[in-house]
């Protein structure tokens, strides 16, 4: 049974940082790619960021320089370290796993970041 767990989410000032983690068990965690996605209330989801399973990454304009997305596979984990949050940052995170197709195929609950001015 896959599961992706995130947690690490929490309220913070402008300007301050979190780190966010995804712990994964089911399926062979090296051979994925990962990505974390984030959903604001009434907004669509949005792909912030994603690695591959050689360890490039990719991120969304509006976080790049500031976050970073890492993997240690020997801890089957996935992180996000975000910096200099703004208020639009604000969302609940996901994490998914597994690329099928243009989709990926498992998703965790999400862990909810809150940024206040």
């Known amino acids: 049974q896959v599961q992706l767990v995130e947690s690490g989410g929490d309220s913070v000032q402008a300007g301050g940082s979190l780190k966010l983690s995804c712990v994964a068990s089911?399926?062979?965690?090296?051979?994925?790619?990962m990505r974390w996605y984030r959903q604001a209330p009434g907004k669509e989801r949005e792909l912030v960021s994603t690695?591959?399973?050689?360890?490039?990454?990719k991120y969304v304009d509006s976080v790049r320089g500031r976050f970073t997305i890492s993997r240690d596979n020997a801890k089957n984990t996935l992180y996000l370290q975000m910096n200099s949050l703004k208020t639009e940052d604000t969302a609940v995170y996901y994490c998914a796993a597994c690329r099928m197709g243009i989709n990926f195929r498992y998703r965790g609950q999400g862990t909810q970041v809150t940024v206040s001015s």
């Open positions: 089911g399926y062979p965690f090296s051979n994925c790619a």
């Open positions: 690695i591959e399973v050689d360890g490039t990454t």
